[in-house]
């Protein structure tokens, strides 16, 4: 073959590799519960290695300390909505991924953050934002802390908090709620399905109620009968540390608005709402997000110019040699 015809081939070969950039993107939006802190950004700032809490060192053993680290990724790629279609009774604190199969074991000695009846803000660490509905339900009178958490444990009827397309304001979404009259130990299940995307995160968060005054409830602190260990949420420090070890996209602090605009304006915030998740599953299956197309237009510039580089380089040489040869 001809050096130019050769050469041509191979900046004609490259375009397959720019059509294909958006499976290689990793996921952008992640996030938990930090307040009330969740169950896995507990078990993370305590140390993914050696957890202090009897509770956090029992779901290493299960599952391994890479759930700990990958924390921000309790996910469903192609939720779309159908959260008690795809996540069994006794498996909703890991969303039905093996990988987190330790955040479902029923104890009671779970670490709680202490919590009141009334008004309560809550912080969702996030790392990267994007445009969704936010909805948090707490578990029925009666909630028994050592028995597999089911879908008819929470009070699906009455969400404690919904929240749609809020602003990630210095690494957290921040909304308002109310917490019912409860007694003791229960848990607050949050769901935040993406607008942008079928993908859906979920997360658990021990709580104790009886604790007094909004600060208290909403610093965590262990006012009020606390039948269990404290719960604190990781800090920035532990969470950039980690995120080497992470297997999930940490992509800044998520400081601002999702760049991309909502494509579904329907309302998914009710757990058994069904929708037909259409040509937006490829997306979530790959964990792709709104900002995919600007990292594949990167990754093609970078690719044609090399590929423009080295047919210029070959067809130099085969000029050169030409000359030399007459």
């Known amino acids: 073959m ?8 191979v900046a004609v070969g490259a375009v397959p590799l720019l059509l294909a950039g958006p499976a290689a993107v990793p996921a952008l939006a992640h996030g938990s519960m930090a307040g009330p802190v969740s169950r896995v950004s507990q078990c993370y700032a305590e140390g993914p290695e050696n957890p202090r809490s009897a509770a956090c060192g029992a779901a290493v053993a299960a599952g391994g300390t890479q759930a700990l680290y990958d924390w921000n990724g309790v996910r469903i790629g192609d939720a779309n909505g159908l959260h008690r279609a795809l996540i069994p009774d006794g498996k909703l604190c890991s969303a039905n991924n093996d990988e987190f199969k330790g955040l479902d074991l029923p104890r009671a000695d779970w670490p709680a953050t202490s919590v009141h009846s009334g008004a309560y803000t809550f912080r969702y ?19 028994d ?4 958490l089911a879908w008819a444990g929470l009070d699906l009827g009455h969400p404690v908090a919904t929240a749609v397309d809020p602003v990630a304001r210095g690494g957290y979404y921040t909304f308002s709620g109310v917490l019912p009259q409860r007694s003791g130990k229960q848990l607050l299940y949050a769901v935040w399905q993406r607008s942008d995307s079928p993908e859906a995160f979920y997360s658990c968060s021990d709580v104790t109620f009886g ?11 262990t006012r009020g009968p606390v039948p269990a260990p404290s719960a604190s949420a990781p800090s920035e420090r532990q969470i950039e540390a980690g995120a080497g070890r992470s297997t999930v996209g940490h992509h800044g602090h998520g400081g601002h608005a999702a ?8 309302d998914t915030t009710s757990a058994d709402r069904p929708s037909a998740a259409g040509a937006a599953h490829h997306l979530a299956e790959t964990g792709s997000s709104g ?18 580089a080295l047919f210029a380089s070959v067809r130099r040489r085969a000029t050169g040699g030409g000359r030399r040869g007459r």
């Open 259 to 266: 760049g991309t605009p909502a494509t579904a304006a329907a």
């Open 145 to 148: 802390p050592s028995k597999p």
């Open 211 to 221: 604790g007094s005054g909004s600060g208290a409830a909403n610093r965590g602190a």
């Open 291 to 308: 900002s995919a197309p600007y990292l594949t237009l990167g990754g093609a510039a970078a690719l044609a110019l090399g590929a423009a």
């Open 2 to 9: 001809p050096v130019r015809r050769r050469a041509a081939v």
């Open 125 to 143: 660490r996030v790392t990267a934002p994007h445009k969704g509905t936010f909805t948090v339900y707490v578990t029925r009178p009666g909630y």
